[in-house]
């Protein structure tokens, strides 16, 4: 059952304000404005044309990245979009905690089971500069409900990279380069990485290798959207 850390008490929506008594924090009317992701590669999230049967990308059957599977619940689209963007440079509770809230309903149905989370860890320079790490609040109600260990002090980003986003696609990898250190031994086979958004899934296949090296033999990776790669 879904971890409702919520009361019952009415909320204003995350979008438009109107006053709701959904747990999620979106009104009946902004609810179904969200972009639900539902056919993608089981294995990096990235959207799938209706004639696809295979379930697996082009990209990942050339070139599988070093992560099993993937769930992205939605399309980096608006209103998502917006709602990620107010997390995490606005610092907006509500919608973390909306955000939050359906992702943990598509892990719950969709995810395979792992014994651990690891939330994309932040340099500890951006963590200063943002206050909060984004993908430990969105893992820490996941793990609560999943009743897993989250491993928040695992794993750390030792360099302060630049933001993916801000760097072409081409130069995306060699950004990551030794930018994550592991900083106790893992004892589990499976584990989830927690981040926000996915686009080229060079940070998610960076941190799978890494955890891969130091015994993890099953990678997920959960977010919240997936964004069309811009080549």
Not at 190 to 203: G, K, L, N, P
Request: with cysteine; proline share 6%; hydrophobic share 40%.
């Amino acid at each position: 059952m879904i971890n409702n850390w919520l009361n019952n008490s009415q909320y204003s929506c995350v979008l438009c304000g109107d006053r709701t008594t959904a747990v999620t924090g979106l009104c009946e009317q902004c609810t179904p404005l969200l972009p639900h992701l539902h056919n993608s590669c089981r294995q990096c999230a990235s959207p799938l044309s209706d004639d696809n049967h295979s379930h697996v990308c082009g990209e990942c059957l050339r070139q599988p990245p070093a992560f099993d599977h993937a769930i992205c619940t939605f399309y980096y689209s608006h209103p998502i979009d917006y709602l990620i963007q107010q997390m995490k440079f606005h610092a907006q509770l509500s919608v973390t905690r909306t955000l939050a809230s359906f992702m943990q309903q598509s892990v719950i149905t969709r995810a395979q089971p792992v014994e651990a989370i690891v939330p994309v860890p932040l340099h500890r320079q951006r963590l200063r500069q943002r206050g909060f790490n984004q993908a430990l609040e969105l893992a820490r109600p996941l793990a609560r409900a999943l009743k897993i260990p989250l491993l928040e002090r695992s794993v750390i980003r030792k360099h302060n990279t630049l933001a993916q986003s801000s760097l072409p696609l081409s130069e995306r990898s060699n950004n990551l380069k030794h930018a994550f250190h592991i900083l106790e031994p893992l004892s589990y086979r499976s584990v989830a990485i927690v981040d926000d958004v996915m686009t080229s899934a060079q940070t998610a296949h960076s941190l799978a290798l890494l955890l891969k090296k130091h015994g993890v033999e099953q990678v997920s990776i959960w977010c919240i959207a997936r964004s069309v790669i811009d080549t």
